[in-house]
């Protein structure tokens, strides 16, 4: 069984700060990361995944993310936000059993990011 | 071109009625899903058909019933409508890789009301 913890419900700031998203996971199996975001009355967009070699993984809209194995860890990161990632950002999780990927994706609770002027 | 469909968009309806759901998807994709989102915004997945054949089955109600008349479509029915079933009903989809995982695709999602 996998679990996802997104630590902020809501994140408020100002254009062109940095801000920083944080989720940590727990499994007893390996797993995939991914960060969807989802604007207002639409559907979930796949923002970046990690599936394996650098822990660094860079998506769309400028936005990065760093996989911590030990802290159990996948942050997403952008240097500059703009109003137009005001938007709900969920982090979530694969499980992946040798030779078979049954896909199922464990959701966060959601962080809404606000971009302020 | 849309990739992943959902009909409707809103649906809403009384409280024990029977009503279904529509997703298709032309991208070739041999997996689809159902995840359910409540009015606090938590996603969960429902079920998930691979070829037709039901691989992933939460622990969801009876009155839910997902039905894959072939790879492009899975269609949801859910039989005498609660007032708990009031969310947001997103289907995805994705081509069920070997030892890789393969990207899911959302649909744009269906707003249920239960009244």
């Known amino acids: 069984a996998q679990s996802v913890t997104q630590l902020d419900s809501q994140v408020p700031v100002f254009e062109e700060a940095p801000v920083e998203l944080r989720c940590n996971y727990s499994s007893s199996v390996s797993v995939y990361l991914f960060w969807y975001v989802q604007y207002p009355n639409q559907g979930l967009q796949l923002l970046l995944k990690y599936l394996s070699g650098s822990t660094l993984v860079k998506g769309i809209n400028g936005f990065e993310a760093e996989f911590n194995k030990s802290q159990t860890s996948f942050h997403l990161r952008k240097p500059s936000v703009h109003i137009s990632d005001t938007a709900e950002y969920f982090c979530?999780?694969?499980?992946?059993?040798?030779?078979?990927?049954?896909?199922?994706?464990?959701f966060g609770q959601g962080t809404i990011l606000t971009v302020h002027p | 071109d849309t990739a992943v469909s959902q009909t409707p968009k809103y649906l809403v309806t009384q409280m024990g009625n029977d009503k279904s759901i529509k997703c298709e998807q032309n991208?070739?994709?041999?997996?689809m899903y159902w995840y359910k989102q409540d009015s606090k915004k938590f996603l969960k997945i429902m079920f998930s058909?691979?070829?037709?054949?039901?691989?992933i089955n939460e622990t969801v109600p009876n009155r839910f019933s997902p039905k894959s008349p072939d790879k492009a479509h899975l269609n949801l029915h859910i039989n005498s409508l609660e007032l708990g079933d009031s969310a947001v009903y997103f289907c995805?989809?994705?081509?069920?890789?070997?030892?890789?995982?393969?990207?899911?695709?959302f649909g744009p999602g269906t707003r249920l009301t239960v009244l």
């Open positions: 995805a989809s994705s081509q069920k890789g070997g030892d890789s995982y393969n990207e899911q695709f």
């Open positions: 979530a999780v694969s499980d992946f059993l040798y030779g078979t990927s049954y896909g199922k994706l464990t």
């Open positions: 058909y691979n070829n037709k054949e039901l691989i």
């Open positions: 991208l070739g994709h041999d997996t």
